[in-house]
């Protein structure tokens, strides 16, 4: 990569792929938060913070890391096709 095409603002190869697979990560944690809150605050009024204790597991997070990577490599090779 060229200082010209730092300066543009294109991040290195390493940290796109990392942006891009803690995004999904992100996006994953806000999706189970929502669903976990909404079943655990209508069922028995239990709090946002008993919600995010019960998501961050480590079975959810490797899940999360894997589904990011399989989304990571999705996309790569349709931004390769378009």
């Known amino acids: 990569m060229t200082d ?3 300066k543009r603002g294109r991040l290195p190869g390493v940290w796109r792929a990392v942006l891009e697979t803690a995004f ?5 944690y ?3 938060l ?5 079943r655990a605050n209508s069922a028995h009024g239990k ?3 008993h919600a995010l ?9 490797t ?3 894997i589904s990011a990577l ?9 931004r390769g096709k378009l």
């Open 63 to 65: 899940i999360a890391v």
């Open 47 to 49: 709090t946002l913070a």
């Open 34 to 38: 929502m669903g976990e809150f909404t």
């Open 4 to 6: 010209t095409e730092t």
């Open 70 to 78: 399989i989304g990571y490599v999705i996309f790569e090779y349709l």
């Open 53 to 61: 204790i019960d998501i961050f597991t480590l079975t959810n997070f």
């Open 24 to 28: 999904i990560i992100f996006l994953f």
């Open 30 to 32: 806000s999706n189970l």
